[in-house]
């Protein structure tokens, strides 16, 4: 079983539309999780970080965590085609608590 | 302010080559980290330091060679690539050091693009 799984997509969404992004992840004692953004050929810019069970939310942003369900989510209101990216989701775990990503999903916003 | 710079944005080096990724950072961080990515995956973790040691190295080829000459600043040493090293070289900072019961956000720098040829 891999460590994180996130559908690769691309998930297409109308623009003004939420977009939901979905992550799960295997190791129990992981604590803190992340969602990181990554436009093509540029580097993963951080977004969103969310350590608690239950919503974060950030502007357009929410994240929720379900450390029961082992369940990571971005949801992404009003979306812009300036969403448009691969966003990845990442934990810490492990012994040595290393950030272990997602394989990414591609989010395509259409105008 | 998040901001982690790297020098240069883009390089092309021969097989037979040395020459050396920079990356700075001035938010007081304490763990600095170096990451390759491949075209289509993830990030792949390379070597971290914390407080200026290094701290993890993911059996990582000895032409690959890092340096943290003081807390802002991380180098990478680059010598007798192959062309599969060709990849996005990135630099992260993050607040407190790993192996650490809490987590820190990891904050990414723009990046060099590495071409082995």
């Known amino acids: 079983q891999k460590e994180v799984e996130q559908n690769s997509g691309p998930l297409s969404v109308p623009e003004g539309a939420i977009a939901s992004l979905n992550c799960t992840y295997s190791d129990r004692g992981s604590q803190s999780f992340f969602w990181y953004r990554q436009y093509s050929g540029k580097s993963p810019e951080l977004i969103m970080f969310i350590y608690s069970n239950g919503d974060k939310e950030d502007g357009r942003f929410t994240a929720q965590l379900n450390k029961a369900s082992q369940y990571v989510s971005l949801l992404i209101r009003d979306s812009q085609p300036s969403d448009s990216a691969t966003y990845l989701c990442a934990f810490t775990g492990g012994a040595t608590n290393k950030l272990i990503f997602g394989t990414g999903t591609l989010l395509a916003v259409q105008p | 302010d998040t901001e982690v710079t790297q020098t240069p944005k883009h390089l092309v080096m021969g097989m037979t080559n040395k020459k050396s990724l920079k990356c700075e950072q001035h938010m007081g961080h304490r763990a600095m980290y170096w990451y390759k990515q491949k075209a289509k995956k993830p990030p792949e973790l390379m070597f971290v330091?914390?407080?200026?040691?290094?701290?993890i190295n993911e059996s990582v080829p000895s032409r690959f060679s890092p340096e943290c000459p003081n807390s802002s600043l991380l180098n990478l040493h680059l010598h007798a690539l192959q062309p599969e090293d060709s990849a996005l070289y990135l630099c992260a900072s993050s607040q407190g050091p790993i192996l650490s019961s809490l987590s820190y956000e990891q904050y990414f720098g723009p990046g060099t693009r590495l071409t082995v040829t």
């Open positions: 330091y914390s407080y200026e040691k290094l701290s």
